[in-house]
């Protein structure tokens, strides 16, 4: 059988990350899909609370300890075909996750089998996040309307690509290129850092990031949208990305904003049980569409100039 692993991330905090997740993860179960949702907000879990399901003694933590391999930490919720991996919610016992660990998750995930695999990432471009992210077979950042979260995923975008350079470069001319970034910020020039024009005039950075980059798009999802400008938003950060980043994104889609999201998750009901003829769950119905074909969509690879 084969899988998909699916990244959920943010630049920020708070932007529905969770929600999405869970969302997505009970849309593709209600398609029939077998699903796996993992919780890995290391510095505080919700996946259960959006599931509307009490929190598991065994959680992540217990893998990142080495004392449990992730097929014994599996749960089933009360949604058929939808299992879930519970989060580290004893904060207290909070420990770090390093890159390997990381990929060490994704090597078990894979010998699952499940169809569908969720990973509800905390925020921020954190080496392990990125790390998350490059071996997911599809990655979401998702962004609000609001400016801090839409200045938070310029960052995101920024942090991945330096990241895929500094695999791809000397350290030395990858060290360069991170002093002109800070300078330029430090310029307060107005606009974002072209890296493309930056990686055109110096010579000691290869290429060949960019050819991987535009192979495996990121996809973007804008929550809480409040208006058609909002939604429209997607489409200026892609805009953006291409111009100055030469990054090609995928704007997957949106999802407006709904009074009763927090109703559900107050009541512990999750809101495409509560609520499944709704606007918004037209909308999980089509962004989950969109990312099951999304394998198709790969960008081939087009001249750097
Ligand atoms: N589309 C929406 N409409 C209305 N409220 C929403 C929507 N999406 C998320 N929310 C609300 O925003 C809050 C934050 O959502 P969520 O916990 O999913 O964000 P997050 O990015 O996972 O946060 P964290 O960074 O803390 O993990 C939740 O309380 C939820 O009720
Ligand atoms: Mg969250």
């Known amino acids: 059988m084969s899988q998909k692993i699916f990244a959920v991330g943010a630049g920020k905090g708070g932007v529905g990350k969770t929600f999405i997740s869970s969302s997505l993860a009970l849309t593709l179960a209600k398609m029939n899909h077998s699903v796996l949702i993992i919780d890995f907000d290391l510095a505080g879990a919700n996946v259960h609370t959006n599931l509307g399901i009490e929190p598991h003694n065994s959680s992540i933590q217990s893998f990142l300890n080495n004392e449990a391999a992730l097929v014994n930490l599996l749960q089933t919720t009360s949604l058929p075909r939808l299992s879930m991996v519970q989060g580290v919610w004893q904060e207290w016992e909070h420990s770090e996750c390093s890159s390997d660990q990381g990929r060490r998750m994704i090597e078990e995930i894979r010998k699952l089998p499940f169809e569908y695999v969720i990973i509800d990432l905390g925020p921020g471009a954190t080496p392990l996040n990125l790390e998350i992210f490059a071996q997911a077979d599809e990655k979401i950042l998702i962004t609000n309307a609001e400016p801090t979260s839409v200045e938070k995923t310029y960052r995101f975008f920024e942090a991945w690509i330096l990241n895929k350079i500094s695999e791809n470069s000397t350290p030395e001319a990858y060290l ?105 769950s037209a909308q999980f119905l089509s962004l989950a569409k969109s990312l099951i074909q999304s394998e198709n969509h790969a960008i081939g690879y087009k001249d750097v100039v």
Do not use: M
């Not at 974002?192 to 010579?203: D, G, Q, T, V």
């Not at 535009?214 to 953006?240: E, M, T």
């Not at 100055?244 to 009074?259: A, E, K, P, T």
């Open 176 to 280: 360069q290129l991170k002093n002109t970034v800070k300078e330029f910020r430090a310029q307060k020039k107005k606009g974002l850092f072209s890296f493309r024009k930056y990686l055109n005039i110096n010579a000691g950075i290869s290429f060949d990031h960019f050819d991987e980059l535009l192979s495996q798009p990121l996809h973007l999802i804008v929550n809480g949208c409040r208006s058609h400008q909002d939604q429209d938003l997607g489409f200026g950060i892609k805009s953006v990305c291409n111009k100055y980043f030469d990054l090609q994104i995928d704007y997957l889609g949106h999802v407006d904003y709904d009074n009763a999201v927090w109703h559900s998750i107050i009541n512990r009901e999750p809101f495409l049980i509560a609520k499944p003829f709704t606007k918004l």
